[in-house]
């Protein structure tokens, strides 16, 4: 079975600041994909990355960056000074490539960035 | 219209009543999901659909009725509904919900529903 644990219910920083989300998952898959979204206040949630489990380099997006290490079942998100409109959910999800596959969903991260 | 749209997005309902929640994608996706957020649970994934036919009814009570008359077009039919069901319901949709790809799915804005 899948599992996605996000441990962090909600975070404050203030502006500028670094912060890490973190996300481990579960899975019995060899070949699987995870995914981080944001869910701002409006309610959408809005797709931020996906990576396969075969590519394990880092990825980096302007002040995002995401660092993926399979040997702890971790991919873990950092924004780079943080802004105010920063300010959502954040969800890790993990989707195996077995014939009934689904998405997994972490319980999600709030985060407050604070002027 | 872009993406994935959702109406309305908030609706209030009795427990006798009956009502529809509609979800409309434009990005030519063969897959649509509805999924149900609580507060302080994680997404839950209702139905999924695969051009037009439901690949997956996750033990959803009966009061949820879902319609797929086109892979753009999914609908949520509501009756005799109960207070725990207020929720936000999210509609999404993907390039191919079956077995094997990456298949990210793009989110509508959802509904927001309460039921007293």
């Known amino acids: 079975a899948q599992k996605v644990t996000q441990a962090q219910t909600e975070i404050s920083v203030v502006e500028k600041e670094d912060v890490t989300l973190d996300c481990v998952y579960e899975t019995r898959d060899t070949t699987y994909y995870l995914f981080w979204y944001k869910q701002p206040p409006s309610g959408e949630l809005v797709f931020l990355i996906r990576?396969?489990?075969?590519?394990?380099q880092n990825e980096i997006s302007g002040r995002y960056s995401w660092n993926f290490q399979k040997s702890t079942s971790s991919f873990n998100f950092t924004i780079t000074a943080s802004q105010v409109v920063d300010s959502a959910v954040y969800f890790c999800a993990l989707r195996d490539t077995g014939a009934n596959s689904k998405l997994t969903f972490g319980k999600g991260i709030t985060l407050s960035v604070r002027p | 219209e872009t993406g994935v749209t959702q109406t309305p997005r908030h609706l209030v309902m009795g427990m006798t009543n009956k009502k529809s929640l509609k979800c409309e994608q434009h990005?030519?996706?063969?897959?649509m999901y509805w999924y149900k957020q609580s507060a302080k649970k994680p997404l839950e994934l209702m139905f999924v659909?695969?051009?037009?036919?439901?690949?997956e009814n996750n033990s959803v009570p009966s009061r949820f009725s879902p319609e797929c008359p086109n892979s753009s077009h999914l609908f949520l039919h509501l009756h005799t509904l109960q207070p725990e069901d207020s929720a936000l319901y999210l509609c999404a949709s993907s390039h191919n919900g079956l077995a094997g790809g990456p298949d990210e799915q793009f989110f509508g804005p959802g509904t927001r529903l309460t039921v007293l």
């Open positions: 990576r396969n489990s075969f590519d394990e």
């Open positions: 659909y695969n051009f037009k036919e439901q690949t």
């Open positions: 990005l030519g996706h063969n897959a």
